[in-house]
């Protein structure tokens, strides 16, 4: 299932009010349980993000096959990769 418009901006809301993380990405497992959830340093992505926040940045991912990988599009998307800042 693809990342629709209400989910992004949902999503954005969360990550715009962010008080740390793990908890965002808690809360935004719960709330879209039909995505797959992926963390990690933002020093292990190399591709621009689709949108960068004060804690994160945010990249969609394509979990369709064996191997998932970084897309720029929401309409290919059936993950997020929530890629941390340090210190955040």
């Given at each position: ?36 959830w992926?963390?990690?340093?933002a ?46």
């Amino acid at each position: 299932m693809a990342v629709s418009a209400d989910d992004l901006a949902a999503i954005d809301r969360a990550l715009a009010n962010a008080a740390g993380v793990a908890e965002t990405l808690t809360k935004l497992r719960e709330a879209f349980p039909y995505l797959r959830w992926l963390s990690c340093d933002a020093d292990d992505v190399t591709e621009e993000p689709f949108r960068s926040y004060a804690q994160a940045d945010l990249h969609f991912l394509d979990c369709s096959n064996h191997c998932v990988h970084v897309v720029a599009d929401a309409a290919q998307a059936s993950g997020v990769l929530l890629a941390q800042r340090r210190g955040a």
